[in-house]
């Protein structure tokens, strides 16, 4: 029996995902495939807390674990929360798992996981030969051979086994009741609902993806009025930079500060109102992406397939031999591949892809999901 015929009667299956909510998100078409190709398929997500808030807006999932895997930067639980977790997936007896990995990570660990939970069909990449642990071995050919956006390397492994999705799109269900707030949010600052100009966010969880503050602000000076409020974006954790980027702007461009405001489910909503988003190459990207708003990429080259996916944009970078370090903190101490970035470089990106989708932010939806 061929290994689609033998996925053909999977019916409950575990998909993997531990990193951060941009993974999943650039998930998400994979998943949507394991779905279409039976859609009387029951599919749990198994992901870390970030990752596990997406599934709200993901119609493709029946149910979501959020785990904090102890072989993934994170603050892993203790002892417990495994054996826990173990116990919870060997009660829901999935016929099969597919493990979602990047190139540089290992699937073992989760591979061994799901083997000591008793599933008996595993689907994943992987470097080394995983023997018995993986009984649908794709072998790792990346960084080596080729580099795909990191939604096609999943895509093509679920195709595999027979899942096809021919509008690979990202997805992210936005929600009535999150419009309607998000909306509130902005008519008390002044903000006409439906008409928000250009999000910027600022943040991103590894300093290494972050352009400078006074670069950002430098940019927004010379952007100006053109594209609109700059709504500015981020968590309570990024409170300094944000407030540093507002006050270096110095009343040059009209600014909302939206710090540690908004849910998910209203920042998506935002995102997909606005005329465009400008960012560090953080999750927003991928929620834009997923929402169909044109991105301007600040893309540090820790990391060559997370560009945005499908979706009109403009990704700058100054290129270094470093390229590719994959690190949370620059090695080499001088940042140079987002520092090379000039803020007139990012005024022009701007405007430019502005010019070019003719975006307005007249997409007003309220009422509309």
Request: charged share 20%; proline share 7%.
């Amino acid at each position: 029996m061929t290994e689609t015929a033998n996925w053909d009667s999977v019916q409950r299956i575990l998909c993997v995902r531990l990193d951060n909510m941009g993974d999943v998100l650039m998930s998400t078409p994979a998943i949507r495939a394991l779905k279409q190709a039976r859609p009387q398929r029951h599919i749990t997500l198994l992901a870390s807390r970030s990752g596990s808030a997406l599934a709200p807006f993901i119609p493709d999932l029946d149910d979501v674990i959020a785990y904090e895997a102890p072989w993934v930067k994170n603050d892993a639980a203790e002892l417990t929360a495994d054996h826990a977790l173990l116990e919870s997936l060997r009660q829901q007896q999935f016929d099969a798992a597919v493990i979602f990995t990047v190139y540089s990570q290992s699937p073992l660990p989760a591979a061994l996981m799901c083997r000591l939970a008793g599933i008996p069909r595993v689907l994943a990449h992987c470097r080394e030969n995983p023997y018995h642990l993986i009984s649908e071995w794709r072998r790792e050919t990346e960084p080596q051979q080729n580099v795909r956006h990191e939604v096609q390397r999943q895509l093509d492994l679920v195709a595999s086994v027979g899942a096809i999705n021919p509008h690979p799109v990202m997805v992210f269900r936005t929600r009535r009741e999150d419009r309607e707030t998000l909306h509130q949010k902005l008519a008390a600052r002044g903000v006409e609902p439906g008409r928000a100009g250009m999000v910027v966010h600022c943040g991103a969880t590894a300093p290494s993806r972050r352009y400078p503050a006074e670069n950002f602000a430098d940019a927004l000076k010379l952007i100006g009025t053109r594209a609109g409020t700059v709504l500015l974006t981020g968590d309570a954790s990024e409170r300094s930079i944000i407030r540093s980027v507002a006050q270096r702007c110095g009343g040059h461009a009209p600014i909302v500060d939206l710090t540690a405001e908004l849910t998910l489910g209203e920042l998506a909503c935002l995102i997909e109102e606005s005329r465009l988003l400008l960012s560090n190459n953080t999750g927003p990207v991928h929620v834009a992406a997923a929402v169909g708003t044109p991105v301007v990429d600040l893309y540090a080259l820790t990391n060559p397939q997370h560009t945005p996916w499908m979706v009109p944009q403009r990704v700058l970078f100054h290129d270094v031999p470093c390229r590719n370090c994959y690190r949370s903190v620059c090695p080499e101490g001088h940042h140079a591949c987002l520092r090379g970035v000039t803020p007139e470089s990012v005024c022009n990106a701007v405007l430019d892809l502005l010019a070019e989708t003719g975006r307005v932010p007249a997409r007003a939806l309220a009422g509309v999901d």
